[in-house]
């Protein structure tokens, strides 16, 4: 799941700078993987390469959908693409293939949301082989994005700045409508 997110970078060097959202790249760096090119991601262990991933085409995000998808490879298998998708809990739910969703997916996903938390949900599937790429990109997202398997959670905490309230009470004497 490390390669799904729309981050790229300036530059073709490792370690050039990285744009996009801030919190992508944030997750991105926990995951253990780097960005290394614009469509590539790296796992290192011990400055050893473990494992690349290649994005082979992005669904971008879709604040209507509530999601995005990403159709990556591993530089290192069998030319296998993997939808990876995550988005909004109650939206991926309706994606997901029905036995791969755990008995608990609502209660964990509302304990979470309840206590301010960014929540989104995880899922992949197996879509065919590299030589289909283009293909799978004709048929559209709606033919990728369905019977996904659940591939977990991810929580974020994201708090309030102590200035959020006076700024939006700022904004909104000022008639700027705030969302």
Not at 66 to 93: D, S
Not at 118 to 140: E, I, N
Request: glycine share 6%.
């Amino acid at each position: 799941m490390a390669a799904c997110h729309s981050l790229a970078l300036i530059g073709k060097a490792p370690g050039s700078p990285v744009v996009g959202d801030p919190l992508e790249q944030v997750v991105l760096n926990h995951t253990g993987y780097q960005l290394t090119g614009s469509n590539t991601v790296t796992c290192y262990d011990e400055s050893k390469e473990v494992n690349t991933v290649l994005m082979l085409h992005r669904f971008a995000f879709s604040s209507r959908l509530t999601r995005m998808t990403v159709l990556a490879t591993a530089a290192a298998g069998k030319g296998t693409i993997w939808a990876l998708t995550k988005g909004a809990p109650e939206t991926i739910k309706e994606l997901l293939s029905k036995d791969s969703i755990p008995a608990d997916y609502d209660e964990v996903t509302f304990h979470h949301m309840s206590r301010g938390r960014r929540v989104l949900a995880l899922a992949y599937r197996d879509v065919g082989k590299t030589r289909d790429l283009q293909t799978l990109k004709d048929k559209g997202r709606d033919a990728i994005e369905c019977s996904l398997t659940f591939a977990g959670f991810l929580v974020l905490d994201c708090p309030l700045k102590p200035d959020s309230k006076s700024i939006i009470t700022e904004l909104r004497k000022s008639r700027l409508e705030t969302v």
